[in-house]
């Protein structure tokens, strides 16, 4: 009964913290998106992707896309897209440069929970942190996006023939085992559960031997599926604004 207990919290858990943090399409949402576009086979998907994906020269999975604006100006597009980041990611840290001179935004926004696969041994919660870049000229916005690693809790004995919680204690904290893939600050009451970071480079589909394959197969299909939803997003906000009624003539 405690197992069933723990798995169905963290799962709402898991839930309820990527819908909070992945304001530009919610957790349900994107998951949905992925799948139409991609299948609900993680290991094919993510072996198709990585045909036309490739790594850039830090080895971090990197996208860029030049979006045309014409008869835009620089100021005009700096404030749609100042008013879309600020409006979009609720965090005020995760803006970390916002420079109307040089015409540069930078985002820094994680997602938690964005994959998550329990194996045998081990439970891996996944989560991301994009630095997304704007820059922006006259007429045109070049979008690039970048994830270097996957940001892994690593629950130890949480698979199919263990349980997160010791059984053979009377812990009452299941607050602390966070569904989203952070612990609390400081908390080191579970001997089980790690935190780790895993390199896109040198995880499935990059390599072909992983053990980690089913896990890395649907963060990558995750991962690249916000991508997409992002630069969906940026050139929705430069062609018709937030809310579509930023009309110059007013």
Request: glycine share 6%; aromatic share 8%; with cysteine.
């Amino acid at each position: 009964m405690k197992k069933i207990f723990c798995w169905m919290l963290i799962a709402i858990l898991a839930c309820g913290a990527m819908s909070a943090q992945a304001q530009v399409m919610k957790a349900a949402d994107l998951e949905k998106y992925a799948k139409e576009k991609y299948g609900d086979k993680w290991l094919d998907a993510a072996a198709n992707l990585a045909k036309e994906l490739t790594l850039d020269k830090n080895e971090s999975l990197s996208y860029q896309q030049v979006i045309e604006a014409p008869g835009k100006t620089k100021a005009q597009l700096y404030v749609a897209l100042n008013y879309w980041a600020t409006a979009t990611f609720k965090d005020k840290q995760a803006i970390t440069l916002n420079d109307k001179d040089a015409g540069c935004i930078i985002i820094s926004s994680s997602i938690d929970g964005i994959a998550d696969h329990t194996g045998t041994l081990n439970r891996y919660v996944v989560s991301i942190t994009p630095v997304i870049k704007i820059d922006i000229k006259e007429g045109r916005v070049r979008v690039t996006y970048t994830v270097q690693n996957y940001d892994i809790l690593k629950a130890e004995a949480a698979g199919w023939i263990g349980g997160i919680l010791d059984n053979s204690s009377n812990r009452t904290d299941r607050q602390n085992v966070y569904g989203d893939g952070k612990r609390l600050k400081g908390d080191n009451t579970d001997r089980r559960l790690y935190d780790e970071q895993w390199e896109i480079a040198k995880h499935y589909p990059f390599v072909e031997k992983d053990n980690k394959k089913r896990t890395c197969s649907k963060a990558l299909v995750m991962t690249h599926a916000y991508s997409n939803a992002i630069m969906d997003k940026v050139e929705e906000a430069i062609k018709n604004g937030i809310v579509g009624n930023e009309d110059e003539d007013w």
